[in-house]
């Protein structure tokens, strides 16, 4: 009866902390709303534009596989840690493409590779794509650069950005049943993670509008607790983490 109990508490943790930044993020966006759309708002190539962007393509996958999962399991800790998952990544993102709004700038910009706002470290893990940010709509693409890395997190071969599934890791999850369905959520969402802490210390450094920077440093360390909670979920199916 531990475990389950473990489980649900550190779930609870993550997704409060993520909303407690988002909360923050929220009030402090809307405290400095007329600066926001001031001639100080970020630029269309800046740090802030760049991440909330990139951001709010990386976080649809996570809502993406977290739909996928709960309608391929019945295993209760899992489909509540994917409920948590879609339901703060879609509330972030939201949060970004408002920001995108609020200042002025588009949710898509023509040949921007994706990750340029990291500098030379993003332009390692992104590439040029059909739309932008290098994906033909669905957030991955056979012409996203893959094997370079970004904070030590590699952007696979098919891969849009660090950390995200491709086209055919997407369809074995969706074709998965059960335990093989769980573990295989639990491994993507791992690396998942892994690379939206490295972008989002990326914006913590880099970005310069403090409620994008506070939202970012929730997003590491809510995300840093959920791979914690994944880790201990994958060990007691028997399983590791993907290599």
Not at 194 to 206: E, I, L, Q, S
Request: hydrophobic content about 40%; some cysteine; charged content about 20%.
């Amino acid at each position: 009866m531990t475990r389950p109990s473990r489980t649900y508490w550190a779930a609870g943790t993550a997704v409060g902390l993520a909303l407690l930044f988002a909360v923050g993020a929220t009030v402090a966006t809307a405290g400095g709303a007329d600066s926001a759309t001031s001639p100080r708002a970020p630029g269309l190539h800046s740090a802030d534009a760049g991440f909330a962007r990139d951001m709010a393509v990386h976080h649809q996958q996570a809502v993406e596989m977290s739909f996928i999962v709960r309608d391929r399991t019945k295993d209760e800790a899992v489909r509540g840690l994917a409920y948590d998952i879609a339901n703060t990544q879609a509330n972030q993102r939201g949060m970004m493409l408002g920001w995108l709004d609020l200042w002025g700038l588009p949710k898509v910009v023509a040949d921007e590779p994706p990750m340029s706002w990291m500098g030379s470290e993003g332009h390692a893990a992104g590439g040029h794509g059909t739309d932008g940010h290098g994906t033909d709509g669905d957030g991955t693409d056979g012409h996203a650069a893959g094997g370079h890395e970004m904070g030590g997190v590699v952007t696979k071969p098919g891969a849009l950005m660090p950390g995200m599934a491709t086209k055919e890791e997407l369809a074995r999850l969706g074709s998965a049943e059960g335990r093989d369905a769980e573990v295989l959520y639990l491994r993507l969402m791992t690396e998942h993670h892994k690379g939206g802490v490295a972008m989002a210390r990326g914006c913590a450094t880099r970005c310069e509008t403090p409620a994008e920077r506070a939202l970012a440093q929730g997003m590491v360390a809510a995300q840093q607790s959920e791979l914690a909670l994944m880790a201990d979920m994958l060990g007691q199916r028997g399983a590791e983490p993907a290599e």
